[in-house]
């Protein structure tokens, strides 16, 4: 398995499998999906290299996970759109790619990190608690046809 850069189609296809697995496994409506769109659209759109990117990891040709990090200010960089495919999942991608995209934010010059992310997504908050990341902010909310608690996370790096 490798981690590489994004390339044309990529981002299509981070919205098809985002918008598809939460439906699937969740239950989310296709609101779910619109909004990755638009982080996806807003990623291609403003793309600043050196300072945001998108990892792919790929085994064989075939796409296993992914994870941005978009820039918020200077010192804070954002972590986004972690997706590890039901198939890989159980190996350490989720660690993998979330380690990664601290690794490019810290070269970068960040030296800060926020997420956002729903209490029920178990495995990839505790990918994040073991990472350091701390619960910054909650919410209840209704969203995606669902009623949600929502959650920021930071880390220092």
């Known amino acids: 398995m490798r981690l590489r850069p ?3 189609g990529d981002i299509g296809w981070i919205i098809s499998r985002h918008g598809a697995l939460y439906a699937e496994e ?5 609101e779910f ?3 990755v769109a638009e982080i996806g659209a807003r990623f291609i759109r403003e793309f600043q290299p050196g300072l945001e990117c998108c990892l792919i990891a790929e085994r ?5 996970g992914c994870v941005a990090v978009v820039r918020v200010s200077a010192e804070t960089a954002k972590l986004r759109l972690l997706l590890v495919e039901p198939a890989a999942r159980g190996l350490g991608l ?4 979330v380690a990664a995209a601290e690794d490019f934010a810290r070269a970068a010059g960040y030296t800060n990190m926020v997420l956002w992310t729903q209490s029920c997504l ?8 073991g990472r350091g990341w701390a619960i ?3 919410e209840a909310v209704t969203a995606f046809g669902v009623d949600l ?3 920021t996370w930071e880390r220092r790096l």
Do not use: K, Q
């Not at 989720?94 to 790619?97: I, K, Q």
């Open 60 to 64: 064989d040709g075939e796409r296993l």
């Open 122 to 129: 178990l495995a990839a908050r505790r990918i994040y608690a």
């Open 149 to 151: 608690v929502s959650e």
């Open 33 to 35: 999906e619109a909004l």
């Open 94 to 97: 989720g660690h993998t790619l």
């Open 6 to 8: 994004h390339r044309p």
């Open 26 to 30: 969740w239950g989310w409506s296709i």
């Open 136 to 138: 910054t902010a909650t």
